[in-house]
């Protein structure tokens, strides 16, 4: 357990210590406390029809999202497990075991009497390795992550305030402002920028590179990512059936595909002069839509000639990759502080809600650790560094988000020690980082933003140290 984790398990200790005659109060931290010990919670939240379930799928590699009652959405959280079940939470949060269909990749559920006013959320155990790291909640249009996710990808088709409203709504409290963690932006559909055309994923990703330098959106998220979840659920996914049908097409006259391809209707016409069947187009089609065709086919004449190479190639210009990566390193990777955060903003909203005098010294706990948390600290860095709120020279800024656990939170990772990553090897190398970023927390031509973000990494590497030689 961290040093952080230690002292909000303290400090939920004695919150329930100071609430222990308040039975809700006593359920609310037990609740937060079993917390510490689950996987990172995830919500995949954002308007009607942006992707959500696609993006959860792409992730997992399966159709699992959406599920439904009587054709509305329902709450949904994916978890790992050794086989597919599912439990439907009722309204009086009773628990009901519901039969489920699989195969294929594929998870049906026989929800048999259940309407959806009935049901809280359903819960849904699947054997892929990312669910046993963190559980995915899947959310239905609008609906807000709440008390019950560490983290958030929260996915706009633009950045402008009315998309940024739940972002904005989420950070209206001191330990959310003081903490402003666990949040990744994801622009989707980003294969439909400028009508999808055959550059649209490379000016998506320009557009989220220029996002993800606003400095106003520096305390709303960790990171501004584009990403084409249809693409990238497809490539992961790609048969080899799909890829000779996307090379047959890719083998026509090239004017002739063009046409073809330039809009849904055009493709999907009866008589096409095109060796692919027009049944076979419409899966093609319903998989892929008319950018991802474009693109496969794209791919496919430009040198991809098997179906992993291509598979590989769609989910990396898909931005699929890059979420991924993020989700592994910014959530995942950062789970510990995470869930800390979750249990000071329950701490937190309980004093607000339910106060008493012998919970005043909880109160002034909470401001301590949230002062004291380097965890947070290096967080916001990391943030101001890729914004460029706090300039500094190349090679020192990419140390310093090397350091700050930008690339992975090991001490291996930090230090970029390759294996054997002995503990002599990694102790010599954080004091060589320490004496070099001391230098730099004192340097005459920084001023005092850049001087305090080289003091955040000067901390960093005396915990690195600490815990090498104790």
Known sequence: MSELSASVWDLLTDALEAYRDSPAAAEWLGYHMTRFFEPLRIAVTGPARCGKSTVVNAIVGEQIAP??????????????????????????????????????????????????????????RWPAACLDRATLIDTPADAAAGDEADAVVHLVRNVDDAALEPLYAAQDSPVARAAPVGTVLVLCRADEIGAGRADALSSARLIARRHDRDPRLAGLCQQVLAVAGQIGYAGRTLTDQEYAQLRDLAAADRPALEELLLSADRFLRPGADTVVG????????????????????????????????????LVRRSGLDDLRESIDQDLIGRAEVLKARSALLAVERLLATHPRPQARPIAGRLEQVLASAHDFRELRVLTALRTGRVPLPADLAAEAHRLLGGEGTGVAERLAVDHPATEARLRAAAAEALVRWQEQATNPVFGRQQRLAAAAVVRTCEGMLARLTT
């Open 278 to 313: 027009a049944g076979a187009r419409r899966m093609l089609l319903d998989r892929f839509g008319l950018a991802g065709v474009r693109l496969a086919t794209a791919l496919v004449r430009g040198g991809c000639r098997t179906a992993r190479s291509l598979s590989r190639e």
């Open 67 to 124: 599920v439904q009652a009587a054709g509305v959405q329902v709450l949904t959280w994916y978890s790992g497990g050794d086989e597919p079940a599912a439990t439907v939470y009722a309204a009086d949060d009773s628990a009901h075991e519901v039969p489920v269909e699989h195969g294929g990749g594929r998870l049906g559920l026989d929800l048999g009497r259940w309407r959806h006013g009935e049901i809280s959320r359903i819960a849904v």
